[in-house]
């Protein structure tokens, strides 16, 4: 983006606002902490709300690109197939949360949960609470994405493995497929 001089905000969710991070850190760092799965939804829906008024439409309404780590889809992932929640009930929980606002692309970086729990041990980076569910509650989300990933429009699964030079390749190869008016011409 910075390349191309392209105006855009970079986001995590949840997060990206005060609020955002208040339910981030109740919701990821919290260990010891239970929450049911539809607290958890409605923190989750709450953030959204939060990032999609204080984020995402005044950078829209500024011509702005908005690229954000996780977004509604992310929810069904986690919220209805990792915890089961129906999917039905979270699809207009999200309407709700978002307004109907929905991006242009999603990229699904797809990697084995080994992979995943391996690059994470390298990193040193201690285990959230959802990741600390376990590999049968991870590869429920991963299957979960997949699966959204064959149904949904506007999905594209990536392989994430490798090194971050030929994910980051993958990425760019994809934005230029998908939008050739602002990413083709030269490489990026």
Known sequence: MESREI?????????????????????????????????ELLLILASR???????????LA?????????????????QGYGR????????DGLRIATGGLEPDLYIILDIPIEESSARQAASGVELDRIEREGDGFLQSVRQGYLALGDSESGVRVLNGSGPPEAVQNRVRELLIEIFPETFGGSAL
Not at 7 to 35: K, M, N, Q, Y
Not at 84 to 91: A, F, I, K, S, W
């Open 7 to 39: 105006e855009h905000v970079v986001a995590r969710e949840p997060g990206g606002t005060p609020f955002g991070e208040a339910v981030r850190d109740l919701i990821l760092r919290e260990t010891d902490l239970h929450i049911a799965p539809e607290p």
């Open 49 to 59: 709300a939060a990032f999609v008024s204080e984020v995402v439409k005044p950078a």
């Open 62 to 78: 500024a011509g702005k690109v908005v690229l954000a780590d996780r977004f509604a889809l992310s929810t069904l992932a986690y």
């Open 84 to 91: 089961g929640l129906p999917l039905d009930d979270v699809r």
